[in-house]
């Protein structure tokens, strides 16, 4: 019997038995979809978490008080920037603030306006100068949910004892810029520090960049300088020192997602998979048992019988592995994750007001088909086995 | 072969082919996507690395740089980490932020 012949019986036997066909199909997907797209997203994520803190500064600088991250005094710039590797120092203030009357949550972020570039192809409109005006740029959440747009005034939503200033929307953050634009108010530096009423200097952290290969020894030399006394008088602020590498050894290695929602996964995988090796193996036994009588009848030999499963298998795993790819990308890049974003991305919508960021690759989808394969095949081939050692006059009853 | 083999052999082949087209599709926007993230995390000096767009509870999920651990994970408990709505069903998991400690040098008034 030539090979083509045994596979072209293996395919038609995928149409011969359709509801077992219909039933494991289904099934993959059940078990393939929620991976693929999960896994997937978080992919997506951990790309912009890897561009994030690449792109970033070599090293963070915040104050330490109690054990508790606090804001910086007005002299730890200085002191920071005359350390030997260093090139540039730039203080930031980051916090949270609420808008509008459900008291939408944000965060609030402040850098020099020197450090703006003239133009950004993030960013719709302008990037904020400082002025009697507070300018700011809104991410795409936020302004879809307090209906914000360009020029857009905002009435004060901060208390100052040196008084409050209108705000002026004078950008957006695009929707294909990261997840994190979403809820960001970007603005200058002194806006920032007279929105969370802080004196001039003050900083919840410097963005440190140095000499190329001066990392370590500069975060050790900010580490070892001698404690900042507070304004308010309540005790030294020690340095605490973030690198890039710290943040890098944080990103998952390779494929070991193995925590959080893909714990879920797992039991899913385990108890879908015991279903399909039943149907695979069981729906329909009696009628395949009498198909396999009759081939083996006709001279086929048992090896031949196990091929044409296995070629049954591969064809269903195939269409199950091929379905669940499709639908996740069709989820998330047409849909752009509607209803799934919202569940595994925190402070996101059941429809997420930018670009939720994904990555379908072909590994994923390899493993997805091997492990399909593993499940139907091993049903399949085990009852082929079962009805093929059989004599055929006992398995044609 | 008959006509369903053959039906089936074309479908098959079908999805495999849209699916590596799918696949080539993706790869192209890649780097559309990674300019853009690039650009932004350029203009904000690097801001935000975990699955969420704010950080009510839990700022660490935002961005570590901001609080080096989950102030709600009660880890050494089993299932600790559920504790925090932020974690409990987490789609991108990583550990406490642990910076480097550098021993103090003599003398020095830490």
């Known amino acids: 019997m030539l090979f083509l012949d045994i596979v072209h019986t293996g395919l038609a036997s995928v149409l011969l038995h359709r509801l077992r066909s219909l039933v494991c199909v289904l099934a993959l997907l059940a078990i393939l979809l929620p991976y693929l797209t999960a896994l997937g997203l978080s992919r997506g994520l951990e790309a912009e978490a890897e561009s994030s803190a690449r792109l970033g500064a070599d090293l963070y600088v915040a104050g330490n008080q109690f054990g508790r991250m606090v804001p910086l005094p007005p002299d730890a710039e200085a002191r920071v920037k005359q350390l030997e590797g260093v090139t540039r120092v730039v203080p930031r203030v980051v916090g949270e603030v609420f808008l509008g009357k459900d008291h939408q949550r944000a965060v609030l972020l402040g850098l020099p306006p020197s450090q703006f570039p003239a133009w950004s192809s993030t960013v719709e409109g302008e990037l904020p100068r400082s002025g009697s005006v507070n300018e700011l740029v809104i991410g795409t959440t936020l302004a879809q949910r307090l209906n914000l747009k360009i020029g857009s005034m905002i009435p004060p939503f901060y208390q100052n004892e040196q008084g409050e200033r209108l705000s002026r929307v004078v950008g957006l953050f695009k929707a294909n810029a990261p997840l994190w634009q979403a809820n960001l108010i970007l603005t200058t530096l002194d806006t920032a520090q007279a929105i969370f009423a802080q004196p001039a200097g003050v900083a919840t952290d410097l963005l440190v960049w140095c000499r190329p290969g001066y990392e370590e020894a500069v975060a050790r030399s900010i580490t070892w300088l001698p404690s900042l006394g507070d304004q308010t008088g309540r005790g030294p602020v020690r340095f605490q020192v973030t690198t890039r590498q710290d943040l890098l050894v944080l990103l998952p290695q390779g494929l070991m997602h193995r925590e959080g929602l893909f714990n879920l996964h797992f039991v899913l995988v385990f108890i879908i998979g015991i279903l399909v090796f039943l149907v695979v193996s069981g729906l329909g036994l009696g009628e395949r048992r009498r198909e396999i009588a009759i081939l083996k009848a006709m001279g086929w030999q048992t090896d031949q019988l196990l091929l044409r499963g296995v070629v049954e298998s591969v064809a269903l795993s195939l269409m199950g592995a091929c379905l669940a790819f499709l639908l996740a990308w069709v989820w998330l890049r047409l849909l752009n994750g509607y209803g799934i974003a919202g569940v595994v991305l925190a402070g996101v919508g059941v429809m997420p007001d930018f670009q939720v960021p994904f990555r379908l690759a072909p590994i994923p989808l390899l493993l997805g088909f091997v492990l399909a394969f593993v499940i139907v095949g091993t049903g399949t081939v085990y009852s082929s086995w079962r009805a093929a050692i059989a004599p055929p006059r006992d398995a044609m009853r | ?110």
Do not use: K
Not at chain 2, 57 to 76: A, H, M, T, V, Y
């Open chain 2, 1 to 110: 072969m008959d006509a369903r083999g053959v039906r089936l052999l074309l479908v098959l082949l079908m999805l495999v082919g849209v699916t590596a087209g799918v696949l080539f599709f993706e790869a192209r926007q890649e780097s559309v996507r990674q300019t853009q993230a690039e650009e932004f995390q350029r203009l904000v000096g690097g801001m935000g690395f975990g699955p969420a767009s704010d950080w009510e509870d839990c700022p660490f999920s935002f961005d570590p740089r901001l609080g080096g651990s989950c102030g709600l994970n009660s880890g050494p408990l089993p299932g600790g980490s559920c504790f925090c709505p932020r974690h409990a069903e987490s789609i991108f998991s990583y550990p406490a932020l642990q910076p480097q400690h550098y021993p103090a040098q003599e003398g020095s008034s830490q």
